[in-house]
């Protein structure tokens, strides 16, 4: 089945650092990728969408010069969070769409951030 | 009212036992329906997609009702390894850009 690798599962860093997370769809092209949070016994929340080749779509109240996302190539998107700060900690998750069976999301594993 | 609803839980229940969880949607425009489970601390994985007619797999079986506007899950003869947290999700078409997550179902079966 398709998979998707996401990495690091686990970050931890101090205040004021920036962190990159890296998703990367294995065995499918994915034009599209999304990138979500999700706080402690909450779903997930859509915090943009990212297009290969072109400008990341962010959600309402997600600041994009913070996460910045860079979708380079058909099967890798990054996201960075800049000079992060403990409110940032979270998990991170990320999916993507097969080009040839949009349906479907699949997920990567998730990045578990704490920022000290 | 937030767009996709579920009963939060938790549901404590024992093996075997038959446990159902329904979900209710806003968006009368709504086109894709699906059920995921997550187990603590790690990604979604799609459990089965919702169609009209409904659909089952295995000890699974999922309904939609457009009209009312919900969508249901059933699980018969629960293991103890079913134990996770049961997300419907909803989407205005078939990208994902538009896939809405409910808050989630957390299902504990116990011994």
């Known amino acids: 089945g398709a998979v998707v690798s996401q990495h690091p599962s686990r970050v931890i860093c101090k205040s004021g650092t920036s962190v990159k997370i890296e998703c990367r769809s294995l065995?499918?092209?994915?034009?599209?990728m999304f990138w979500y949070r999700q706080f402690p016994k909450k779903s997930l929340m859509l915090m943009a969408t990212?297009?290969?080749?072109?400008?990341?779509?962010?959600e309402q109240g997600v600041e994009k010069d913070k996460f910045l996302i860079n979708h380079a190539s058909l099967t890798l998107s990054t996201l960075t969070v800049t000079s992060a700060h403990p409110e940032d900690s979270s998990f991170y998750i990320c999916?993507?769409?097969?080009?040839?069976?949009?349906?479907?999301?699949?997920f990567g594993s998730g990045t578990q951030l704490s920022v000290l | 009212r937030k767009e996709v609803e579920q009963d939060p839980g938790p549901f404590n229940v024992p093996e075997g036992a038959t446990v159902a969880f329904n979900c209710t949607y806003s968006?009368?425009?709504?086109?894709?329906f699906f059920w995921y489970r997550q187990d603590c601390r790690k990604e979604p994985k799609l459990l089965m997609s919702?169609?009209?007619s409904g659909n089952e797999d295995g000890r699974f079986t999922a309904q939609l009702n457009r009209a009312s506007q919900y969508i249901s899950l059933l699980i018969r003869d629960s293991k103890l390894s079913d134990s996770a947290t049961y997300l419907c999700?909803?989407?205005?078409?078939?990208?994902?850009?538009?896939?809405?997550f409910g808050p989630g179902t957390r299902l504990s079966v116990l011994p």
């Open positions: 999916s993507a769409q097969n080009d040839r069976d949009n349906e479907k999301l699949f």
């Open positions: 065995d499918f092209q994915a034009t599209t």
């Open positions: 990212s297009n290969e080749g072109s400008k990341a779509t962010y």
């Open positions: 968006n009368s425009a709504s086109q894709s």
């Open positions: 919702v169609y009209s």
């Open positions: 999700v909803v989407g205005l078409d078939n990208y994902g850009q538009n896939f809405v």
